[in-house]
């Protein structure tokens, strides 16, 4: 990817300002996003590997002042495009839910991140949909990967997925 455009997506994708953009700002921000994560993964030559494709899930206390969750409402743009390719999680109801509020990790120590998302995730409902499945789980920003472990490690002794791989926007 480009420089000046890995550079703009971290800066959007991070923004802590989100709340405050323009409802038709937010409205394009998330259907540029979304349009490039479905445009990387088409792609990527082993997207047809996947059993299944998900985002990380959020809190409903997690919004922070923000009308809609970024993460979800990217991955639900770029939704459509994929599922012509492989299962997307349509998230009702989602696969994989945040059972408890996690307080912003920006700032953390390592170790400190790792604890704080510890059984922070579950399955969303009882299924053997997961079991043997190659999952592909998407996130917006990964610095030490504890979040997306976590999901993983969820995914994988609870739902008995075979392999849990990771897609993140941006990377710290």
């Known amino acids: 990817m480009h420089e000046h455009l890995q550079a703009w997506l971290d800066a959007l994708v991070r923004a802590p300002q989100w709340a405050g953009l323009a409802l038709l700002g937010l409205a394009v921000a998330i259907t540029l996003l979304g349009r490039l994560l479905a445009g990387f993964l088409l792609r990527h030559g082993g997207l047809g590997s996947y059993d299944v494709i998900l985002p990380v899930p959020f809190h409903p206390r997690c919004l922070?002042?923000?009308?809609?969750?970024?993460?979800?409402?990217?991955?639900?743009?770029?939704?459509?495009?994929?599922?012509?390719?492989?299962?997307?999680?349509?998230?009702?109801?989602?696969?994989?839910?945040?059972?408890?509020?996690?307080?912003?990790?920006?700032?953390?120590?390592?170790?400190?991140?790792?604890?704080?998302?510890?059984?922070?995730?579950?399955?969303?409902?009882?299924?053997?949909?997961?079991?043997?499945?190659?999952?592909?789980?998407?996130?917006d920003v990964m610095t030490t990967g504890a979040t997306l472990n976590e999901c993983a490690r969820v995914l994988c002794e609870a739902g008995g997925a075979a392999s849990v791989d990771a897609v993140v926007l941006v990377r710290l």
């Open 64 to 139: 922070r002042g923000r009308p809609v969750h970024p993460l979800t409402a990217i991955y639900l743009d770029a939704a459509p495009a994929l599922r012509p390719i492989l299962p997307v999680d349509d998230l009702d109801p989602p696969f994989l839910v945040q059972v408890r509020a996690v307080s912003a990790l920006r700032g953390r120590r390592e170790e400190d991140r790792w604890r704080a998302v510890r059984g922070a995730f579950a399955l969303g409902f009882a299924t053997r949909m997961l079991r043997g499945a190659r999952i592909a789980v998407i996130d």
